[in-house]
């Protein structure tokens, strides 16, 4: 069964860093790209942005780039993403999730599995 | 970036009734590269159709998308209990992939 497994809730307080992680079984992790989505409370699903797990090849969306970065080990086959100085509005549910197919010119982006989610607050 | 917006945003139906939902895009989407989700409360969103009318697998056949121009639908031809939930829409046609503000589907 192909699965994406998050790590557990994390509660932090402003200006802390943070990484969660991703990880993959019941596939060749190297094949799938990996994206990270943010949902905070009571809203909608925002798309932060993707990686390729073979190099750690990168794209972000601009609405978060340069707050987060996203990386992948594939010897451990877990992705991650991580704040280094985290606020109050990125709490929020964080999910992982593998899209269909990418390359470095295309993408059939729909996400499929998903993992069960990280709950992130943030509060002093 | 490509702007989806969702209509109705609540939606009150019984079981057995039939569930039009829509997903209006900005602009066009390319080559109608427009996924739909559901996500019940405490879960994660569940694929339910990609390319705009292709299932994903283990979706029942009573699920299904269309679409016309830049104006997708999802239609539940037969609600069951389990459908009442939150509906999104994806388009991947162009980055940054973006949703709609979602459809909660709820029971009358």
Redesign the interface.
């Known amino acids: 069964e192909v699965q994406l497994v998050q790590s557990g809730a994390e509660v932090k307080k402003p200006g802390e860093s943070l990484r969660i992680s991703c990880k993959g079984s019941g596939y060749t992790f190297t094949t799938y790209w990996i ?1 990270w989505l943010r949902q905070m409370p009571g809203k ?4 932060m942005g993707r990686i390729d797990p073979t190099d750690s090849y990168t ?1 972000y ?3 978060f780039q340069g707050h987060i970065t996203i990386s992948a080990d594939k010897s451990i086959s877990t992705a991650y993403l991580q704040w280094s100085s985290l606020k109050a509005s990125d709490t929020a549910m964080y ?1 992982c999730a593998r899209i ?1 197919y990418c390359s470095r010119t295309s ?11 990280t709950l992130v607050t943030v509060s002093s | 970036e490509i702007v989806l917006t969702q209509s109705p945003g609540t939606l009150s139906l019984s079981p057995g009734e039939r569930a039009t939902l829509s997903c209006r895009a900005s602009q066009s989407v390319s080559s109608s590269y427009l996924a739909w989700y559901q996500q019940k409360p405490g879960q994660a969103p569940r694929l339910l159709i990609y390319g705009a009318s292709n299932r994903a697998t283990g979706i029942p056949d009573r699920f299904s998308g269309s679409w016309s121009g830049t104006d997708f639908t999802l239609t539940i031809s037969r609600l069951e209990p389990e459908d009442f939930a939150v509906y999104y829409c994806q388009q991947y046609g162009s980055s940054p992939y973006t949703f709609g503000q979602g459809t909660k589907l709820e029971i009358k």
Do not use: K
Request: charged letters at 15%.
């Open positions: 994206s909608g699903l925002e798309w794209n969306n601009p609405s999910y269909r993408c059939y982006a729909w996400f499929d599995p998903w993992g069960q989610g």
